[in-house]
């Protein structure tokens, strides 16, 4: 099942992208970690586009770390709730909590995550402060972090 969502994510978004003509450059793939190794992946989120460019051309299966307010979104809310992409309430610390938990929980799984270093997106494209929390994960998890820069 997953397989198959990860595939259909990936057309989806790549399908997406070409209809309205951005092709973005990926460089560097040929240096990520092997399928099988759990990472964390810690992009900068500069544009509404960063988890479309994610879900098309990172060649590895991986969930978002995502406000639950993206599982609202038609289609696409629904595809992540679906497919077990972990959500919180930014101003919950309880879901703070337990979203962390569950992402430790996850990588310590062998499943690979997205979180966005800055934590939210930037609305005018520069680089935001980052937050400490998806580099604790990684340190409490055990695994590696994959940055991306987008």
Request: hydrophobic share 50%; net charge positive; glycine share 10%.
């Given at each position: 099942r997953r397989r198959a969502m990860d595939w259909m994510v990936?057309?989806?978004s790549r399908v997406s992208m070409l209809t309205c003509g951005y092709r973005p450059a990926?460089?560097?793939?040929e240096h990520l970690p092997d399928r099988d190794e759990a990472v964390l992946?810690?992009?900068?989120?500069?544009?509404y586009l960063d988890i479309?460019?994610?879900s098309?051309?990172?060649?590895r299966p991986f969930k978002y770390i995502s406000k639950i307010e993206i599982l609202r979104i038609p289609f696409i809310g629904?595809?992540?709730?679906?497919?077990?992409?972990?959500?919180?309430?930014?101003?919950?610390?309880?879901?703070?909590?337990?979203?962390y938990k569950a992402a430790?929980?996850?990588?310590k799984d062998?499943?690979?995550l997205v979180a966005f270093a800055e934590g939210t997106r930037s609305d005018d494209g520069t680089l935001k402060k980052f937050k400490r929390g998806p580099f604790k994960m990684a340190i409490d998890a055990g695994v590696d972090i994959v940055p991306i820069a987008l």
């Open positions: 990936g057309f989806w990926v460089v560097g793939a992946y810690v992009p900068n989120h500069c544009s479309l460019t994610l098309a051309f990172l060649p629904w595809a992540m709730g679906f497919a077990g992409h972990i959500a919180l309430r930014r101003a919950d610390r309880r879901s703070q909590l337990e979203s430790v929980a996850s990588l062998g499943n690979s």
